[in-house]
């Protein structure tokens, strides 16, 4: 059974600074390259930043500059660092697993940030 829990959401004022966090627990972490998606309120879910299992990044014309997406395979995690945070940042973001090969995917439960004053 593959779990992917994520963490580190919560209420940020503009401007702020996050970082998400989610672990991987019951596969091969290495093997799967792992995305971040967000849901916000009335809007569809957007892919916001990609790392293969080689670690190249690619993230969403919006958040650029401003977020990073990073992993520890040693630790089975990948995380989400979030810069100059907007109200439109708001979101529940959700961590994938990817297996290319495959085609299998997991999701995690999401975690929700809010960016408000």
């Known amino acids: 059974q593959v779990q992917l829990v994520e963490s580190g959401g919560g209420l940020v004022q503009p401007g702020g600074s996050l970082r998400l966090s989610c672990a991987a627990s019951?596969?091969?972490?290495?093997?799967?390259?792992m995305r971040w998606f967000r849901q916000g309120p009335g809007k569809q879910c957007e892919l916001v930043a990609v790392?293969?299992?080689?670690?190249?990044?690619n993230y969403l014309d919006t958040v650029k500059g401003r977020f990073t997406i990073s992993r520890d395979n040693a630790k089975n995690t990948v995380y989400l660092q979030m810069h100059s945070l907007k109200p439109e940042d708001t979101a529940v973001y959700l961590c994938?697993?990817?297996?290319?090969?495959?085609?299998?995917?997991?999701w995690g439960q999401g975690t929700q940030v809010t960016v408000s004053s």
């Open positions: 994938n697993a990817f297996n290319l090969l495959s085609g299998i995917e997991y």
């Open positions: 790392i293969t299992r080689g670690g190249n990044t």
């Open positions: 019951g596969t091969i972490f290495s093997s799967y390259t």
